[in-house]
């Protein structure tokens, strides 16, 4: 499968902008269609992440599928006949009537135009919690639902699972660290390809991603790794392709605001660095593998680099533990990806959107 993520900085409530820098790196990606079946974006790729409250947000919801983010989705599905995946706040009002709800959400779009689905963010950061609700209402704060993530056949993509960001962690950190319950439900529901729209964010200082930035934040790498251990432990003879479609760049000083599209002042949340580092894995029989070009090229983007990814999954080389020690990883994280150590727990405790 061929398979693209759309890595870039998008400014918070700057939606026109963005849509527009994410057409150029398309356009400059020399990308053509029929050269993909599926592009990702990141979370809330338009609309921006950090905003601090409901009223800052609020400007940017969409309704669900059928806001700017979709009609983009379609427009550059049918462009480069692909799927395509993009997150997007949205507000739902429910038919029966009733108070609109607000979500943090992915749409799927095939090539042909059609929405095949509209999936919720389950576990939500701190950060969405001031404007969004989950799609799950558990019974209990610290006790995760059983069933709360999507796998389904989508089009010709096969048995897809969808996240994002924060699902991929411990239901408001409270759950157990060991329950996985993401990973756990994508194997119980035998998915083939997984998808994971994230704004993930970084313990980097700003310099400090600002230096070698397009070098990925392998800690963050090895943190996501982590989170899908279970699919190592499985040993599973099917592969799992699993997609992590990050952003970069950085938004928010808490000093200063910006106008929104109707011209009302909105203030920013406090400064975030977003960790980039958007790589695809391939997990079987235990083993679990990145992707290099036949070129030489490490298939993962920088911490701080824009720029479209595409890996086929059919004909690229996967990285080899001596490729990775090239990249400067030390010997306990090289580890983790070897093809025949059981990886060892992981402790960063990064911080996720």
Known sequence: MRIATLQFAP????????????DNLLETSGLKPGNLELLVLPELAFSGYNFPNLEAIRPYLEPTTSG???????????????????????????AE??????????????PTGEVLNNYRKSFLYYTDETWAVDYTFPSSPDASPKNPFFCGKL?????????????????????????????????????RLVVLSMAWLTRLLPSELQLDGESPDMETVAYWLERFFPFIDAREAEEVVVVFANRCGMEGNGMRGFEAEGGEHIEEGDRVCYAGSSCVMRF???????????????AVLGKAEEGVLCVDTEKDDMLSSKAFRRMGLSSGIVAA????????????LLPAA
Request: charged share 20%.
């Open 68 to 94: 700017p983010s979709t009609q983009w989705a379609i427009t550059t599905a049918q462009r480069l006949k692909c799927h395509v995946i993009v997150g997007y706040p949205e507000i739902c009002t429910p």
């Open 11 to 22: 400014e918070l409530g700057q939606r026109e902008e963005n849509i527009q820098h994410a």
């Open 337 to 348: 990806f070897s093809i025949s150590q059981t990886p060892a727990k992981l402790i960063f």
């Open 284 to 298: 079987q029989g235990g083993n679990v593998r990145m992707f290099e070009k036949r070129t030489g090229e490490v």
């Open 155 to 191: 089009g010709d993509l096969g048995m897809v699972g969808q996240g994002i960001c924060m699902d991929i962690n411990p239901y408001r950190f409270a759950a157990p660290w060991d329950a996985y319950e993401f990973a756990s439900s994508m194997l119980r529901q035998k998915a």
């Open 97 to 110: 009537g009733g108070d609109p709800r607000n979500y943090n959400s992915t749409v799927t779009v095939s």
